[in-house]
């Protein structure tokens, strides 16, 4: 994935509500409403949205960020030499992806051809869908497994995660994610189990 998986609420609400900032670009939504997005952007380590040091042993060499739309925060994470994590958060205590986004990710058959496609570089391989499978009721879905990097045969393990970071519970928003974070691991350091075991519990712990 090439965009391929961290910023206060009011100041960014305040730097985006402004006519056109330097290093920002404007479009318009498919309603006609006016909105900015900025380039990929370096940050330090501790503005990442979610701790990265979770993924065990992980030696981070980069971090970047843009905003999509004026509300979309998109992280990347650079770590082990050629692994990446991508994080895409909505902000706003009612932003939610929509439906079609939470059954692709609670739905196996759905998700899989599209992490394919998503990842030209990888041939992924899904042997035992079941024991890929990240679900839980309520809070997120996905999917994480073995894959051959094409061009160079190297082992990989690549994973999406879909969940809801917010604590509201209710039945418009349960069954409805607000951040996705994939991630591509081709160190040889971790196994199948251990990267599953990180998009089982990866988090937000700076909110954005």
């Given amino acids: 994935m090439k965009t391929p998986i961290w910023i206060v609420a009011t ?7 402004g006519c056109g ?3 920002k670009t404007a479009g318009k ?5 006016r909105t900015y997005n900025t380039e990929w952007q370096t940050i330090p380590p501790k503005r990442v949205l979610i701790n990265v040091g979770d993924l065990e042993n992980a030696a981070v060499t980069w971090t970047e960020e843009r905003i999509r739309d004026n509300s979309i925060v998109q992280q990347g994470v650079n ?10 958060h909505l902000v706003g ?28 570089r990888y041939n992924v391989r899904a042997a035992d869908p079941e024991k890929g499978r990240i679900r839980k009721y309520g809070s997120r879905g996905g999917w994480v497994g073995p894959a051959m990097e094409r061009g160079t045969g190297n082992d990989c393990i690549v ?36 990267v599953k075991e990180f998009l089982t519990n990866v988090r937000i712990v700076s909110r954005a």
Avoid: Q, W
């Fill in 11 to 17: 100041m960014l609400t305040a730097m985006l509500a």
């Fill in 21 to 23: 900032p330097a290093g």
């Fill in 29 to 33: 939504t498919t309603t006609g409403t």
């Fill in 79 to 88: 770590f082990d030499g050629t692994g990446r994590i991508y994080v895409e």
């Fill in 93 to 120: 205590s009612h932003s939610l992806y929509n439906a079609g986004v939470t059954e692709r990710h609670n739905n196996l058959s759905k998700l899989l051809p599209r992490l394919d496609r998503s990842l030209p």
């Fill in 159 to 194: 994973g999406r995660v879909a969940f809801l970071s917010r604590t509201a519970k209710n039945s418009r928003t349960d069954e409805r994610y607000d951040t996705v974070v994939s991630i591509r691991d081709c160190s040889g350091k971790r196994t199948v189990e251990e």
